[in-house]
């Protein structure tokens, strides 16, 4: 062995903690500090990440208080003293906590809302719906939601409702800026083989008699309307 294997194993060897985890982490760490050019990596994982996942459940749970408040004569206590309101809390917070995404954030806080509303869904139907928050990117509820409700999200995302114009390959780069077409078919496909929408990426490059938001039309399923009413903060 190496000294400067030695003097890692002495590092773990005062590290070490309980878990497995814990372990594998601090050789991890210690192994990145012995490398210069490492070392921010190391200060990452020590300092940065525990402390955004702090900040970032503060200002998830500030945010819910104001929309329970605003929300407090719907708001069902008998419903917040179950196990499933529990459950689905742990799980929230969980996802808040590795989620950095605005749209997963919001959909975390607006499940915990609904719930607390007593919304008309089987429990199944909240953990399910709950996973697939935890499943989908970012960009699947982005696309979701605009199909969903076009107009509020246009607005929302500050994009001139006469800027969506032309078939699906014109519209939604500009729905969805930033992103490759490939990408957003790619995600679209997906979207579909989940059933949350009743149109394939063919659409892509379908001929249409229509154009622009008129095209988006009811290609939303059922289930895909069931998922996007959970997942998104009830109107006042």
């Known amino acids: 062995m ?41 200060s990452l994982m020590s300092d940065y990440i525990p402390s955004a996942k702090q900040r970032r459940l503060e200002e998830f749970t500030i945010k819910l208080a104001e929309d329970l408040s605003e929300l407090q004569d719907r708001v069902k206590e008998s419903q917040i003293l179950t196990d499933e309101f529990a459950f689905l809390f742990e799980k929230s917070f969980r996802g808040a906590a590795e989620n950095y995404q605005t749209e997963k954030l919001e959909a975390f806080r607006a499940i915990l809302v609904n719930a607390a509303l007593g919304i008309d869904l089987s429990e199944e139907e909240k953990e399910y719906f709950l996973n697939l928050v935890n499943t989908l990117s970012a960009l699947h509820i982005r696309i979701l939601r605009f199909m969903a409700e076009p107009k509020s999200y246009l607005e929302a995302n500050k994009i001139p409702p ?5 078939g699906f390959t014109q519209f939604f780069p500009v729905a969805v800026p930033g ?17 949350l929408i009743n149109t394939d ?10 154009q622009g938001l008129d095209l988006l039309g009811d290609r ?7 998922f996007i009413n959970f997942c998104t903060k009830p109107k006042l």
């Open 2 to 42: 190496t000294s400067q294997h030695k003097t890692l194993s002495a590092k773990v060897g005062r590290t070490v903690t309980s878990t497995p985890a814990e372990h594998v982490l601090n050789l991890l760490k210690s192994g990145l500090a012995t490398t210069p050019f490492c070392g921010g990596i190391a």
């Open 162 to 166: 006469k800027d969506i114009r032309g």
């Open 179 to 195: 992103i490759e077409l490939e990408v957003i078919k790619s995600a679209f496909s997906d979207l579909y083989q989940y059933d």
């Open 201 to 210: 990426k063919i659409i892509f490059s379908t001929m249409t008699s229509g």
């Open 220 to 226: 939303i399923s059922n289930l895909g309307r069931r």
